[in-house]
């Protein structure tokens, strides 16, 4: 299958049988929701999946995902909550600067309410709830006035939408988590609510000190991190449109073309991106999706979504295998009006020489009628540049990293390949021509292309240097 599926694991998905029928039905990647849970909790999924990958002979990536600083209320002593009416004021901060004034929000994140301006915005309960500060006083509260009518509960999240605040995306759980994760042997990190992209380096330094090379998944959660785009990407190795945060962030009717708009940017770069939250949410509870649901899966596959991602509906659905299975089918729908409207499309002035040789492997692929095109790289760079001008031939990439292997799985058309024996043949040409011949998906006479870097001499190859037609 060419575009990706991420599961998330949950208890209608963790047993070993499941975990093997979603695998069949197309999962690449599964997600571990650490948000519900710690390292430990894991321990037997993970072994699960590593048992399925190795009965169904394909690489599965497992997916970290990190909880991050989810800001929340504290515990209000009204057990029945606080309703607010539109324009009624409320004080906000530590329960030791609380007044009997106004109603009364508990809320002790000093580096939240030393950040807060008047004039600022502030959501509560995934948007329900939107307030103004009015001011922000000198005994540690904040003055907010309810732009609408609701109630508001103990421990609802509170999003500052558009605002920069000095909250790292990792917290000391987070790093806690990854430092288990990864010695448990996790194949790729999503870290939440980034803002910046020294959000980003700090994930990579400590992922570097633990001797494990895995890619990075950036969450789009926050507008301060979608204006910081073009940095994190340049920081990134995957990127995660979380519609669900991000349309807090943001006004709803917007929602749409930022999608777009990071999917465009992220193809631009050559970097896998995944559309996130409520794709198929009513199959948690039913056989069948909406209309407007399998709408919405196919577009992102026609906006260039490398991956589509399923929470609830495989986490705690009573359909996880049969969600898997009606994706599959929209997203193939979907890339055969891709592959309809296909053309060449030529790499931007500002790119360099890696983007051409993919562009050329293309023409050349679609010239001779190929049948693939077959990329050798140890970073799977060259196999993400071929991928992301979406040729409607099949992307075999081959890879003596193993880190490379679990990120090619986020990768749009790519089917990774372990050559697990680098030393018996050092030319990345003649192991792309070896497993050429070798391979049972390719007939005597067919064509392939091969993108591969060629060393002259003793030298050591540095980067995709070579475009070749072969025939088996």
């Known amino acids: 299958m060419r575009t990706k599926i991420v599961s998330t694991i949950g208890p209608a998905s963790r047993s070993r049988e499941r975990l093997l029928a979603l695998a069949k039905a197309g999962v690449s990647v599964f997600r571990l929701n650490f948000s519900h849970g710690v390292a430990a909790d894991f321990v037997t999924t993970i072994a699960d999946i590593r048992s399925v990958e190795q009965e169904i002979g394909r690489p599965i990536t497992i997916m970290q995902d990190l909880s991050g600083p989810k800001i929340r209320l504290g515990v209000i002593p009204d057990e029945g909550g606080i309703q607010l009416e539109k324009g009624t004021r409320v004080l906000l901060g530590p329960e030791a600067a609380r007044t009997q004034e106004m109603p009364y929000l508990p809320f002790d994140h000093p580096l939240i309410l030393e950040h807060l301006e008047k004039g600022d915005r502030m959501v509560l309960a995934d948007g329900g709830l939107q307030f103004t500060v009015q001011e922000r006083r000198k005994d540690g509260l904040a003055v907010l006035v309810a732009e609408n009518s609701g109630l508001v509960t103990s421990r609802k999240g509170l999003a500052l939408p558009g605002k920069i605040t000095r909250v790292r995306a990792l917290t000391d ?63 990134t190795d995957v990127v995660m449109v979380a519609r669900g945060d991000l349309g807090v962030e943001c006004p709803l009717p917007l929602l749409p073309m930022l999608q777009k708009k990071i999917i465009e940017a992220c193809n631009r770069m ?149 050559v697990e024996h680098p030393d018996e043949e050092t030319s990345h040409l003649l ?42």
């Open 173 to 235: 759980k987070d790093k806690a988590d990854l430092a288990e994760g990864l010695k448990m042997g996790v194949d790729a990190v999503a870290i939440s609510y980034v803002q910046t992209a020294d959000d980003v380096r700090e994930a990579k330094a400590l992922i570097a000190k633990s001797g494990r090379r895995v890619p990075i998944v950036v969450k789009l959660e926050r507008q301060a991190a979608v204006d910081n785009l073009e940095e994190i990407l340049k920081e």
């Open 270 to 418: 050559s970097k896998p991106v995944i559309v996130a939250t409520q794709m198929l949410l009513s199959m948690v509870n039913s056989p069948a999706p909406t209309r407007a649901e399998t709408t919405d899966v196919a577009n992102a596959v026609l906006d260039g979504a490398d991956c589509v991602m399923l929470s609830e509906e495989t986490a705690m659905g009573n359909f996880p295998v049969e969600t898997v299975q009606y994706m599959h089918r929209i997203t193939t729908e979907a890339e055969n009006l891709l592959q309809e409207r296909f053309c060449h499309k030529e790499p931007g002035k500002d790119k360099g020489i890696p983007e051409f040789l993919a562009y050329s492997a293309c023409i050349l692929a679609d010239k001779a009628g190929a049948k693939a095109i077959v990329s050798h790289s140890l970073s799977g760079k060259s196999a993400q540049q071929v991928s992301a001008r979406r040729p409607p031939q099949a992307i075999y990439a081959l890879t003596t990293e193993s880190s490379s292997v679990r990120l090619l799985n986020f990768v749009w058309g790519v089917t990774p390949v372990f």
């Open 431 to 472: 192991r792309a021509e070896n497993f050429i011949a070798a391979s049972p998906d390719f007939a005597p006479g067919d064509c392939v292309v091969i993108t591969a870097g060629q060393t002259t001499g003793e030298q050591t190859p540095r980067g995709t240097n070579l475009v070749k037609l072969y025939w088996k």
